[in-house]
């Protein structure tokens, strides 16, 4: 499970406050891509505010320019090619991976404190964001045991056994305020893979929306991102400009 927290995990959580009674979850797309660094620094600031009371908590789907992102279990031998994007060291959990156009990136600040501080239920709740929206274009993603992230079966596709990923996931909490996310292929360059072993496991590929045959845009992928996540979360949410 792709974590970094320095919360407890209890295992009897407490009570979620109700849903009808917290405010709605901002929802912020950008247009541009942001740069990485710029969104971690906007990630701690809003997740710091959250936990002062002073801003929503907040989903923000964007996408970056091509670069490679180090998790807390990243290995050195599996970066392939140093050179070939920006590595930058984050603290979520989780390996190597990939981000860039064509895939999009959905961060996540939510106040676990007030929804049953239950950082493992929290995770479970992200891969079934990531099914259900996969499931909105016909397409059935699933969990693998000890493997991080949404796979899909290949066997109809004459390749018996085989198993590409289509998302990750990565999460770091912090004094129960959650960051950083999951992140979904849509049409990203699937090259730009090669440079890294993604996520640590060497035996299997990496697919997206428009390699399975399903001609997917951002602004579709983003609207059952949307529609998936209140569904899954029991969460309203409301569109911040």
């Known amino acids: 499970m792709a974590i970094a ?10 009570s979620p406050e109700s849903a009808d009674i917290l405010p709605p979850v901002a929802w912020l797309r950008s247009d541009l891509p942001v740069p990485y660094a710029d969104a971690v620094k906007a990630m701690e600031a809003r997740a710091a505010a959250i936990r002062a009371g002073t801003a ?12 490679y ?24 959990g989780g390996q190597y991976t990939y981000h860039g156009p064509g895939q999009m990136v959905a961060y996540a600040m939510i106040d676990l404190s007030r929804r049953g501080s239950d950082v493992r239920r929290y995770v479970t709740d992200l891969e079934e964001w990531l099914i259900v929206t996969l499931a909105r274009f ?24 085989a198993e590409d990923k289509i998302a990750a996931i990565g999460v770091r909490v912090r004094r ?18 090669d440079g890294i072993v993604p996520c640590g ?12 045959g399903h001609p997917v845009t951002m602004d579709e992928a983003a609207a059952a991102l949307k529609d998936a996540f209140e569904d899954v979360f029991g969460m309203k949410t409301v569109i911040q400009g």
């Open 5 to 14: 927290s320095n919360s407890t995990q209890r295992q009897t959580p407490e």
């Open 56 to 67: 929503p908590e907040m989903v923000w789907l964007l996408e970056h320019p091509p670069l």
């Open 69 to 92: 992102t180090a998790g807390t279990s990243a290995k050195p031998e599996e970066l392939l090619d140093p050179d070939r994007f920006p590595v930058h060291h984050t603290g979520r």
């Open 138 to 161: 016909g397409i059935r993603g699933e969990r693998r045991t000890g493997r991080v992230g949404i796979w899909i079966a290949r066997d109809g596709d004459g390749l018996p056994g």
């Open 176 to 193: 129960w305020i959650t960051y950083h996310g999951i992140s979904l292929n849509v049409e990203p360059d699937l090259s730009h893979y």
């Open 201 to 212: 496991v060497a035996e299997h590929c990496i697919t997206s929306l428009v390699d399975l």
